[in-house]
T-cell receptor, first 111, second 112 residues
Framework: DTAVSQTPKYLVTQMGNDKSIKCEQN?????MYWYKQDSKKFLKIMFS???????INETVPNRFSPKSPDKAHLNLHINSLELGDSAVYFC??????????FGPGTRLTVL | KQEVTQIPAALSVPEGENLVLNCSFT??????LQWFRQDPGKGLTSLLL?????REQTSGRLNASLDKSSGRSTLYIAASQPGDSATYLC???????????FGAGTRLAVHP
């Protein structure tokens, strides 16, 4: 049973396109996150949702819009993709401020 | 602003050695600290979580310690094996913040 799952695993697209990444957790957690890992492998928080409510939004361009339809899902929609958006995007979840569990990542390549 | 530093950036050891990975953080007002491993092209696997009130946590051959006052944590790996080869990441959750601040990681290679 996969605890935190993401789809797709790989995403290759052209500049200017709009794309979405989906995340689901079956751990019963109330808090979900999106992280970005850049080409130098550095991980940085983008967004955090608690009980479907946005609680952290780290200076991310408006082209990125998270959506949480329910506590088990947190999707990431990206408009007008740019070359610099190429990275690995990780979804994670936790119970409040407890141990965080990560998904397998989505490798986004913008051409 | 919380900053997390991991030393060394890379480490190569022969199988069987005991080793220590270091993590330091600038703001001692943390809620907890988590150690992860990341295999190439894979997600993060949680290894150990230490709450701010704890001094250490153990899981199998892994032992993590926390000294909040000095802003340090160490991950001790006993009797290293080639399967331990991965990048080890330290992440700190500062008090009041619902996010993890990550270090850049230590890339470990254990050779037979």
């Amino acid at each position: 049973d996969t605890a935190v799952s993401q789809t797709p695993k790989y995403l290759v697209t052209q500049m200017g396109n709009d794309k979405s990444i989906k995340c689901e957790q079956n751990l019963g957690h109330d808090t979900m996150y999106w992280y970005k890992q850049d080409s130098k492998k550095f991980l940085k928080i983008m967004f955090s949702y608690n009980n479907k409510e946005l609680i952290i939004n780290e200076t991310v361009p408006n082209r990125f819009s998270p959506k949480s339809p329910d506590k088990a899902h947190l999707n990431l929609h990206i408009n007008s993709l740019e070359l610099g958006d190429s990275a690995v995007y990780f979804c994670a979840s936790s119970h409040d401020r407890g141990e965080q569990f990560f998904g397998p990542g989505t490798r986004l390549t913008v051409l | 602003k919380q900053e997390v530093t991991q030393i060394p950036a890379a480490l190569s050891v022969p199988e069987g050695e005991n080793l220590v990975l270091n993590c330091s953080f600038t703001d001692s007002a943390i809620y907890n600290l988590q150690w992860f491993r990341q295999d190439p092209g894979k997600g993060l696997t949680s290894l150990l979580l230490i709450q701010s009130s704890q001094r250490e946590q153990t899981s199998g051959r892994l032992n993590a310690s926390l000294d909040k006052s000095s802003g340090r944590s160490t991950l001790y790996i006993a009797a290293s094996q080639p399967g331990d080869s991965a990048t080890y990441l330290c992440a700190v959750r500062s008090g009041g913040y619902n996010k993890l601040i990550f270090g850049a990681g230590t890339r470990l290679a254990v050779h037979p």
